[in-house]
């Protein structure tokens, strides 16, 4: 009889995890929207490659979806990509991604990019364009990689998922994020 409770609890937790609200559970790209349609690609893409991305999507107020960015440095680099922002789903606006570096650092990546946010606050900090120092080392070696943040850090969840890329980096860089209302 207990492994019955146990199942029956199991099933009933599965059943309220699917009928749960997230950000983009019932968000549909908009068809006439290539942006929108390749940003749905890419959470299909993340989920399929990313295990521990699940949660994440479960538990997110928000999120900023990039299909690709793309990186490119010798010595000094930057980055640009242009992406979705999805609040309790639906498209409310585009953002953009610029960053500049400086470092030991050379090679060419494309990533898909990711930013979940918990609540409506830490949204509001992307809308406001605030900036975001980060320091960055590692290597890109390989075709495909996919790096997360192993939980929220105040607020926010970062998963990234290299697209195709040679880079090694020990870098300095500032990210700037430009978000810009569908209605405007």
Not at 11 to 32: H, R
């Amino acid at each position: 009889m207990n492994s019955r409770r146990k199942t029956t609890g199991t099933f009933v937790a599965m059943i309220a995890l699917a009928l749960s609200t997230t950000a983009i559970a019932d968000w549909e790209p908009d068809s006439g929207d290539r942006l929108q349609e390749r940003a749905a690609k890419a959470v299909t893409r993340i989920k399929a490659k990313v295990e521990r991305s699940q949660p994440f999507f479960d538990d997110a107020y928000a999120v900023a979806v990039w299909p690709g960015i793309t990186r490119l440095a010798v010595g000094f680099g930057g980055a640009y990509g242009k992406g979705v922002v999805i609040e309790q789903d639906e498209a409310v606006g585009t953002v953009t991604y610029w960053q500049g570096s400086s470092g030991i650092q050379a090679g060419v990546k494309n990533f898909t990019l990711i930013i979940f946010f918990k609540d409506k606050e830490s949204l509001d900090g992307l809308k406001r364009g605030d900036f975001q120092f980060t320091g960055q080392a590692g290597v890109d070696l390989v075709t495909f990689g996919a790096s997360a943040t192993p939980a929220y850090n105040q607020g926010v969840a970062i998963i990234a998922l290299t697209n195709l890329g040679l880079m090694a980096e020990f870098s300095a860089a500032g990210t700037f994020f430009r978000f810009k209302r569908y209605d405007q």
